[in-house]
Every structure is written in C-alpha cells, then in structure tokens.
C-alpha cells in the first residue's frame, strides 16, 4: 500500500479500520443487551435482565453482555473468534432482513416510518449474496463454520426446553414505563 499511496497510507488506512471498529463496537454494545432484555421480557430469558435501571437503560443486560464479551475474549485469538462467529453473524443479519418480506406480507396494513430502500430488489440481493457467502463457508471453511452452526442449532432445543419449564413469564408492556 505505501508504495502506491506513500509512507502515511497504511497509517491512514488504520486509522479508519479502527474508526470503523469502534463504530461497530459501539453499535454492538448497544445493540447486545437490548436482545437479552427483550428476550427476558418475552419469557426467554432471566427475569432480572428485563428491569430497568432509573437511568432508563437495562442496566442489569449490559453487565450481562459485559461478562459475556469477557468470556468471548479469553476463548482465543480475535481472528478464530471471528471466524466462528461470522456464519451465525450472516445467518441471523439475512434472517432479519426476509423478516421484511414475511411482515409485508403477513402485516401489510401496519405503519412503516421507515422503508427498506429499493425493496424488494436491494433486500432480496443481500439475501442471495449472504447464502451465496454462507455456502461458500460451509464448503471451504468447515472447521471454522460448524462450530458457530452447531451454537446456533443447539439454541433451538434451549429455547424449547426453557419454554417447557421456565418460571419466568412474559412482562407485560406498562410494567416497564421507563422503557427507551
């Protein structure tokens, strides 16, 4: 690269791949306990990581996905985690994205403040382009796809199992007021 761009280039580039990280980071960190608590609050998960702090956030979440990332980080390497974790990154980030069709299709009337830009073609296409990506995996990177497909597939009975016998019922909506 620096012989191309110069000496400062690799720097530059750097500099923005660690931008781009942290935004990424931050985005996740957010985005983390907000999953455990909507899980808790729907029945799925531990009752304590659906309450509210009275700062708003759910406090008890984040320390959850704390540990969580520390665990993560003391598993191995950041490329091995990375390459465990990508397939079940691709399934579930597809998964969201058909999640458009199917409430199209199944809530047609419901409002929409925001609209899937160039839907269906540009949501369809990334479909297409993450199973492409995702079979591509499973063939040529086994050793690293099977054991994020295997944690993803082991959730199915979990969640079966946790709602035969878990105790933890579903919150109802104004139980938690202070909701962001």
């Known amino acids: 690269m620096s012989v191309v761009f110069g000496d400062y280039a690799a ?5 923005f791949v660690m931008v781009s990280t942290f935004g990424c980071n931050h ?22 990581v659906a309450e509210i702090n009275k700062k708003g956030v759910p406090g008890f979440a984040i320390a959850v996905q704390g540990v969580w990332a520390i665990l ?19 399934l579930f980030f597809s998964l969201t994205i058909f999640a458009i069709f199917v409430l199209r299709a199944k809530r047609p009337d419901i409002q929409r403040p925001y609209k899937a830009f160039g839907y269906p ?13 995702m079979i591509i995996l499973l063939i040529y990177k086994p050793d690293y796809t099977f ?14 199992l946790w709602r035969k016998y ?5 919150i109802p909506e104004d139980e938690n007021r202070n909701e962001v």
């Open 72 to 90: 993560l980080c003391l598993s191995g390497t950041y490329s091995n985690l990375l390459d465990y974790v990508i397939f079940a990154v691709l």
């Open 121 to 133: 073609v540009i949501p369809g296409f990334y479909i297409l382009v993450t199973t492409f990506i």
């Open 11 to 15: 720097i530059i580039m750097a500099v």
């Open 147 to 160: 054991p994020g497909l295997i944690i993803v597939l082991l959730g199915i009975p979990v969640y079966f």
């Open 166 to 170: 878990s105790r933890n019922p579903v």
């Open 27 to 48: 985005g996740l960190i957010l985005a983390g306990p907000r999953v455990y608590y909507a899980m808790a609050k729907d029945g799925l998960f531990f009752r304590r």
